[in-house]
């Protein structure tokens, strides 16, 4: 039999919602999962039932599964006490607070691609005075200068 998961949202217009929790799925308060709501996916925390009630109790046939859970650790739960304090001091949603504790959301969809650029060698046809002081000092360009002069000369003609 699957259990069930108070989950707050990280969306201060609503309050903390039950979830499913799938067969196979671990899930414990402070865990980060991804919900859906209607046709979005969106980012919470599982939260203690009896510590943050529900406005209206819903039934198991009614609740939809949770997608998934973020390969990261739970919050701890002096950092939920912290949110559920801060909310009650400021008169503030739960999730606004929740929104500011996990700032970048981004963390948690891991790492990125990294550019990097590298020089040809190639000086630009067209540089600003300041640019062509910069070039001038570089290594690159002390390779290139003859072709950079040659370059001149025939641009000028």
Known sequence: MSSRAR????????????????AG???GPGSIVVAPLGPRQLLGVVWE????????EVGD??????LAVADVPPLGAPLRRLVEWTA??????AASVLRMTLASTSALEGARTA?????TGVVPPRLTPSA??????????????ANWQRWQRSATR
Request: glycine residues 4%; hydrophobic residues 40%.
């Open 25 to 27: 799925m671990e899930v």
């Open 132 to 145: 062509s002081r910069r070039w001038s000092g570089s290594v690159t360009a002390k390779a290139s200068s």
């Open 49 to 56: 039932a009896e510590r943050m009630p529900s406005d209206a």
């Open 115 to 119: 550019v990097e650029y590298r020089s």
């Open 7 to 22: 989950v707050l949202i990280l969306n201060a217009a609503l309050g903390p919602l039950d979830y499913r929790v799938p």
């Open 61 to 66: 046939n009614r609740l939809r599964n949770l």
């Open 88 to 93: 009650d001091y400021y008169l503030a949603p």
